[in-house]
């Protein structure tokens, strides 16, 4: 089992940044595929980033390209989001996840068994 514990989030303005923190625990979650997803009223959830826990190619929407990075740090077990250049449609909670890479499919939440507990984001124009 692995538990992703997130914070971050927050109110901000059209324009400005923000980082999202993902701390993972549990049992063997270094040869995990991590990702960001979002979810924005009315709306079903999104896929927004990836990387694989042991490094490699990261992968991203083609909404937030350019302004958003997926990172982590082992040391600290932990992954994160820089959102840059944010806007109001950016507006969303937005969960972590994890899960095997051999049952993830990219752009999907297909595959990510463990979630966090998410994170309000909130853009203001």
């Known amino acids: 089992q692995v538990l992703l514990v997130e914070s971050g989030g927050g109110l901000v303005q059209a324009g400005d940044s923000l980082k999202l923190s993902c701390v993972a625990s549990?049992?063997?979650?270094?040869?995990?595929?991590m990702a960001w997803f979002r979810r924005a009223p009315g709306k079903e959830r999104q896929f927004v980033a990836a990387?694989?826990?042991?490094?490699?190619?990261?992968y991203y929407v083609d909404s937030v390209k350019g302004r958003y990075t997926i990172s982590r740090d082992e040391a600290k077990n932990t992954v994160y989001l820089q959102m840059n250049s944010l806007k109001p449609e950016d507006t969303a909670v937005y969960y972590c996840?994890?899960?095997?890479?051999?049952?993830?499919?990219?752009?999907?939440?297909?595959?990510?068994?463990?979630w966090g507990q998410g994170a309000q984001v909130t853009v203001s124009s």
């Open positions: 549990g049992r063997s979650f270094n040869t995990y595929a």
């Open positions: 990387i694989r826990w042991s490094g490699g190619p990261t």
């Open positions: 996840a994890a899960g095997l890479p051999e049952h993830t499919l990219l752009g999907s939440p297909t595959g990510y068994d463990y």
